[in-house]
């Protein structure tokens, strides 16, 4: 796990606020540390802050309160141009009447690099994003996929220290767009670029990141490397963007340690982890991913069993996902492997469910 330390910080944002009409403040009190070399991904739906956050570590925006730093430099008053951060957006911004080469070669000229020099740096970037044989050709001539790569390109081929990518994949297919998540994080860390990466797609985050920042109401509402994020959600908001997530809501009966009990409103008890809950009476959302579900659950004596019944079975060819009526809710999903031995259940069968009380989480109502 990439240091978060602010002695090591290599960007680091302290006490960040950013409004823009003097009021209402989109990102509140922001401290963020990111170690050189780590790939960080800001996650969260629009109008969370996430995009700010990047526009002002870029320079297009200024911060109206507090400091951002790059490698121990205050950097709020310098020019975007001068802070020599590599960008890449969502619709490439490539420049439509310059061959391939000639948008490498503009970011090299402006440095003030030499004709020799600019030629073997535009060979590296291109050859890094398998684009090598297409130096000759304009944008309009290349698909989406290629464009993106081309702008992937640019950003590296003045050998950066710091890339902010904004939604990069926004516009290409779920195939081509899965490939190029695996090659920008593969480059990212053969290269040791500190990468800050802007998305609402969580998959995306999950499968790229070191660590990822969630962000909701102008504020990251939780920071952890994807597994952590994933299995120990810190609220409710956490719990329900991250992942397919079951909720069932009640009032909490005792805590006792790492143990609560759980009255639903439903009625049943349950045991859960008190992750977020201040005490006894609290109202409280339960917390169960639908992957952790067994349908006539074999667990041991330590794992909670509800009665319910199916509304639908569905075939997704390596799982199967069942959606089931119990506890009051008719929106509860179970996922199960796609196995030999698949019971293929019907619409208005009545079965067990369970869960081990480890896999269930009380947090914030």
């Known amino acids: 796990m990439a240091s978060t330390q602010n002695g090591a910080a290599f960007v680091a944002f302290e006490r960040v606020q950013k409004s823009y009409d003097g009021e209402t403040l989109v990102v509140k009190d922001l401290n963020l540390s990111i170690a050189k070399g780590e790939f960080l991904t800001m996650l969260?739906?629009?109008?969370?802050?996430?995009?700010?956050?990047?526009?002002?570590?870029?320079?297009?925006?200024?911060?109206?309160?507090?400091?951002?730093?790059?490698?121990?430099?205050?950097?709020?008053?310098?020019?975007?141009?001068?802070?020599?951060?590599?960008?890449?957006?969502?619709?490439?911004?490539?420049?439509?009447?310059?061959?391939?080469?000639?948008?490498?070669?503009?970011?090299?000229?402006?440095?003030?690099?030499?004709k020799a020099d600019r030629e073997k740096k535009i060979k590296r970037a291109l050859d890094m994003v398998q684009m090598g044989d297409f130096g000759g050709r304009r944008p309009a001539q290349l698909s989406g996929g290629q464009q993106q790569r081309i702008a992937l390109a640019r950003a590296l081929?003045?050998?950066?220290?710091?890339?902010?990518?904004?939604?990069?994949?926004?516009?290409?297919?779920?195939?081509?767009?899965?490939?190029?998540?695996?090659?920008?994080?593969?480059?990212?860390?053969?290269?040791?670029?500190?990468?800050?990466?802007?998305?609402?797609?969580?998959?995306?985050?999950?499968?790229?990141?070191?660590?990822?920042?969630?962000?909701?109401?102008?504020?990251?509402?939780?920071?952890?490397?994807?597994?952590?994020?994933?299995?120990?959600?810190?609220?409710?908001?956490?719990?329900?963007?991250?992942?397919?997530?079951n909720t069932l809501t009640g009032n909490v009966k005792s805590i006792d340690g790492q143990r609560c009990i759980v009255t639903l409103d439903h009625g049943e008890e349950i045991d859960a982890v008190p992750v977020n809950v201040e005490g006894v009476g609290d109202r409280t959302l339960v917390s169960i991913r639908p992957e952790r579900v067994e349908i006539n659950p074999d667990l041991g004596p330590d794992a909670h069993t509800l009665d319910a019944e199916v509304l639908e079975f569905i075939y997704m060819g390596d799982t199967f996902r069942t959606k089931l009526r119990t506890a009051g809710r008719d929106d509860f999903i179970v996922k199960t492997r796609n196995r030999a031995d698949q019971v293929r259940l019907k619409p208005g069968e009545k079965i067990k469910i369970g869960w081990l009380p480890q896999d269930c989480r009380a947090l914030d109502a």
């Open 44 to 114: 969260g739906p629009s109008g969370s802050g996430k995009t700010t956050c990047l526009m002002m570590l870029a320079g297009f925006e200024t911060a109206t309160y507090g400091e951002i730093r790059l490698d121990g430099r205050e950097i709020n008053n310098i020019p975007p141009h001068k802070r020599g951060i590599g960008m890449v957006f969502q619709n490439y911004a490539l420049f439509p009447h310059m061959t391939v080469a000639e948008n490498l070669s503009f970011p090299l000229e402006v440095r003030k690099i030499g």
């Open 157 to 245: 081929v003045f050998e950066p220290e710091l890339v902010l990518m904004d939604e990069p994949l926004g516009a290409l297919d779920k195939q081509l767009r899965e490939t190029l998540q695996f090659e920008i994080t593969n480059l990212a860390h053969e290269l040791g670029i500190t990468t800050v990466y802007v998305t609402h797609d969580q998959t995306e985050a999950l499968t790229m990141s070191d660590r990822v920042a969630v962000f909701d109401d102008g504020r990251i509402q939780q920071l952890a490397a994807p597994d952590e994020l994933y299995e120990r959600p810190e609220n409710s908001f956490v719990a329900q963007f991250i992942g397919e997530n």
